[in-house]
């Protein structure tokens, strides 16, 4: 899997260099520093979307082995994580190299157009895919990964390319995951050995790559990653982005997230991540994503995984809930087997959540965060808002025929409505003189999800 050096990509980047050198003498446009690219107003797509699924698929499917199954490579050979160790030594024979997984990554079930159903069904707006991995491995022909690509070696298919088309043929966004680094690639171990004084990898893979991602799929957002063994400025982050910003063919489309270096993550970039599985207490003040996998140990698919370990519906729609009255984003990964099959616990959660959002997305979508976040009372309660509409979201239906609400502030025009039965008024009473409501909520059945939301209209 070695690189050998290609004149072109040194070209390209001097190429992307000389057009942000343009820039910088052009009024209107982004500079190659945080305090000019930090103030890009994001573009509004990306807030009004709310739910997105985020895939993870490449060579690490074929073993799809272990707690966090894409790492095992470098669990394997890296650090010489026990568990790993002992499973190759069990099941492959000696001198087996991880690159020889890649031809069993034949992808022979997989069918874009079907995947792009499943996440419609979801009620996803946008979809993150696994351009390339921290193994490297490229699922599209990546002039700059010979024979350590999708169309080289394994399905012999350009898998990105296949499922932007069928998620855009759906109207929702496609985005792409790509690490900066990679494990193993000599000019990355190069690079780090010199103290990251050098730049080979970047200049010769890393920058390449990202530009050919994007004139070539167009994608919406793209979701870094990879970038914490350096500052940006070793991977020219700043550099890229005003390019991207600029003169790219998505320049007022795309969305990026924060990871561009150490010391970026929530402080630089367009919406922050901050962390895998970012949980904050209280909301915070940047536009924010929450990734989340329903697999509670893994990213990558495991032919070992367990039903116990899965979140189920009513967990998945609590942490969407919780994120999305907090102003962020709920970005939901699911790991395909190498085959291209979705496993069906998957695709169940999914279209639960479809089936939710396809009744309550009125709260959820183009939504903003409301004055008071949450509220106790005798099942939790979430608020969000749109116009001049408050919802509460419920989860768990009250024990008691009344139910109460403390926080609105009600009004001779206030009306009080259950998602699920728009057109039917429930009575209430103030609890209060203006302030609270008392409800008479309607016998229900159980809901798959356990949540369900009151409209209140008319109350500030």
């Not at 990964?145 to 399905?155: A, F, Q």
């Not at 914490?228 to 969305?255: G, H, M």
């Not at 509409?389 to 009080?416: D, H, R």
Request: aromatic fraction near 16%; charge should be neutral.
């Amino acid at each position: 899997m070695a690189t050998q050096a290609r004149p072109s990509c040194a070209i390209l980047l001097t190429t992307v260099c000389a057009a942000l050198a343009f820039a910088l003498a052009c009024e209107g446009r982004y500079t190659a520093d945080w305090a000019s690219l930090d103030a890009r107003p994001l573009p509004k797509w990306f807030d009004e979307a709310k739910f997105g699924v985020f895939v993870h698929w490449g060579v690490f499917s074929v073993p799809s082995f272990g707690e966090h199954s894409e790492w095992l490579w470098y669990w394997w050979q890296g650090i010489r994580r026990a568990p790993e160790v002992a499973f190759m030594k069990k099941n492959y024979p000696p001198g087996f190299k991880y690159a020889d997984f890649a031809h069993s990554f034949h992808a022979e079930f997989f069918d874009a157009d079907f995947w792009a159903e499943i996440f419609q069904a979801a009620g996803a707006k946008y979809v993150v895919f696994t351009a390339k991995h921290h193994e490297g491995y490229t699922n599209w022909p990546s002039p700059d990964s010979w024979n350590w690509n999708s169309m080289d070696v394994g399905p012999r298919r350009d898998l990105v390319g296949e499922l932007a088309v069928a998620i855009k043929k759906k109207s929702m966004h496609f985005g792409v995951y790509h690490s900066l680094f990679e494990w193993f690639h000599p000019l990355f171990l190069a690079d780090q050995a010199s103290g990251f004084k050098t730049q080979n990898f970047v200049a010769r893979k890393t920058l390449p790559e990202l530009v050919n991602l994007v004139n070539v799929y167009k994608p919406d957002l793209i979701w870094s990653d990879g970038d914490w063994s350096a500052a940006d400025t070793y991977w020219n982050s700043t550099e890229f982005l005003a390019w991207l910003y600029n003169d790219s063919p998505v320049k007022d489309t795309i969305v990026t997230n924060d990871r561009w270096g150490s010391g970026c993550y929530c402080k630089h970039g367009g919406y922050f991540n901050c962390a895998d599985q970012y949980t904050p207490s209280t909301m915070p003040t940047h536009k924010w994503e929450k990734c989340q996998t329903i697999d509670t140990r893994s990213w990558g698919y495991r032919r070992d995984m367990k039903i116990k370990e899965l979140m189920d519906l009513p967990s998945l729609i609590k942490d969407m809930v919780y994120v999305v009255a907090l102003g962020g984003n709920y970005l939901l990964n699911i790991g395909p087997a190498s085959d291209g099959m979705i496993a069906p616990a998957f695709e169940e959660r999914l279209r639960g959540i479809g089936a939710w959002l396809g009744i309550n997305g009125e709260a959820i979508y183009a939504s903003k965060a409301w004055r008071l976040q949450s509220e106790k009372t005798t099942v939790p309660v979430w608020y969000t808002a749109k116009d001049n509409t408050v919802y509460a979201i419920i989860l768990g239906w009250p024990s008691k025929q009344t139910f109460q609400l403390s926080s609105p502030k009600t009004s001779g025009a206030t009306n009080v409505t259950l998602l699920d039965y728009p057109n039917v008024p429930l009575k209430w009473k103030p609890l209060q003189q203006t302030l609270g409501l008392l409800i008479d909520m309607p016998l229900m059945p159980a809901s798959p999800a356990n949540a369900w939301t009151l409209k209140l209209e008319g109350v500030a």
